[in-house]
Structures are given as C-alpha cells and as structure tokens.
C-alpha cells in the first residue's frame, strides 16, 4: 500500500471531519492529511510506508521539538499555531510500533480490508482553534486544485505545463 492509497483511506473513513486536504504546507507546519472539524480543530496524519521513512521523520528535530513542548508556538504575527491540535502517525498494520510512537502522537493503522483503525489516541497539543482566515486559505488550495490541477500561483506561472 503506497502512501496515497493509505491517504484515500483515512479520508474516505474520517468523512466527520468535513475539511480534508493532502500533502498541505502553507500553515506552519507541513501535513501529508489535514484535516480540519467544524469546531476548528486541526488533525495532522504523518503516513509513514516504510521503517526508514519512520526513522527518518524524527530528523527533522525542530517539528519534533514544538510538538513535544506544551506551548502553542504561534506563526508570527498570526493567531495560529505552528502545530495541529492532534497529531497522529498513520501506517499499513504493525509497521510501527505504540512504543516508538512519541507522547505528543498518536497511532493508526491501515487495515488490509481497507479500514483504519486508532491504535494509540493522540493527545490535545493545545486549544487553539484555527482562525477563519487559516479555513478559508485551505478551501482556496483545493478548489484551485480541483480547477487547476495544482495551486492557483503555479497555473498563474505556467508551472504546471508539461
């Protein structure tokens, strides 16, 4: 199962949680799944597809860093965080284990079946709720992507051409 399978499938079975996107990175901090609830809260997915890219996650040591600590972190000048509210690892079954999974994450597992499954429940980072502007910013990205195929500044450029 490759990482966009293992994306369709926490998306398909997390139809709660009414804002959705992929591979996002214009808020602070980078996400393979965001996903946002009508409450405004924020779950990261970090999808890992192998146990070097797992181990390799945990190089990049300043996300680790404020996700760890118990402050927000806020983006300068704005009234966000540099951190979702959840933050959760997302692999095929038995991949990874709960006890390589930090305190400050959670756990879930890809079912061959195609279901996922919570195996540790993350904890809340902070109660911070994502500004309307930061909602509004994401709807933005993917219709830009549903008309254009990628943002709206890369078909405005021409980047997306072959």
Not at 19 to 29: D, R, V
Not at 134 to 157: D, E, N, P
Request: charge should be positive.
């Amino acid at each position: 199962m490759n990482s966009k399978d293992i994306q369709d499938v926490l998306m398909i079975n997390n139809y709660s949680k009414p804002l959705q996107i992929t591979n996002y990175s214009s808020i602070g901090f980078e996400a393979d799944v965001l996903m946002i609830t009508k409450a405004k809260l924020a779950y990261e997915y970090e999808i890992k597809t192998s146990r070097s890219d797992f181990k390799k996650d945990f190089s990049k040591i300043s996300k680790h860093k404020i996700y760890s600590d118990k402050k927000p972190h806020l983006v300068r000048n704005r009234n966000y965080p540099k951190k979702p509210n959840y933050f959760y690892y997302v692999c095929v079954e038995g991949l990874i284990k709960v006890s390589e999974i930090p305190p400050y994450a959670g756990l879930i597992y890809i079912t061959k079946e195609g279901y996922s499954k919570e195996i540790k429940k993350a904890p809340k980072l902070h109660s911070y709720k994502f500004p309307d502007s930061m909602v509004w910013q994401i709807a933005t990205t993917l219709t830009a992507r549903i008309k254009f195929g990628c943002s709206y500044i890369k078909h405005k450029h021409g980047f997306n051409k072959s």
